[in-house]
């Protein structure tokens, strides 16, 4: 079966840290470049990180810039995604996805993105 499943969700406290993970099954993940995307409640997605199939290219939206990490390891056929100084407003679904397209702010819109798997909820609350 072809899919792509994230892990790695949960409740923490602000401050704390959490680390996804994005993994594929029935395909090679490294031939593909991977964009993170979130959904809080009552909100449009929002792509939030990117990562190019050799991991040579990241890109990061301004809200997780400095506090959220991508990385990948194509042997592993996965995707992680470290974050950091977590706040209350991160609290959302967090999905990852295929990229259709090439790195660069393009990489966060959900019209460039392709297969998506079924989400993680992230919850960041005292």
């Known amino acids: 079966q072809v899919q792509l499943v994230e892990s790695g969700g949960g409740l923490v406290q602000p401050g704390g840290s959490l680390r996804l993970s994005c993994a594929a099954s029935g395909f090679t993940l490294g031939y593909y470049a991977i964009v993170w995307f979130r959904q809080a409640p009552g909100k449009e997605r929002e792509g939030i990180s990117c990562?190019?199939?050799?991991?040579?290219?990241?890109y990061y939206a301004d809200s997780v810039k400095g506090r959220f990490t991508i990385s990948r390891d194509n042997a592993k056929n996965t995707v992680d995604l470290q974050m950091n100084s977590l706040k209350p407003e991160d609290t959302a679904v967090y999905y990852c996805a295929t990229l259709l397209t090439g790195m660069g702010r393009r990489c966060l819109a959900v019209e460039n993105s392709g297969r998506w798997g079924q989400g993680t909820q992230v919850t960041v609350s005292s």
């Open positions: 990562i190019s199939s050799s991991a040579d290219s990241t």
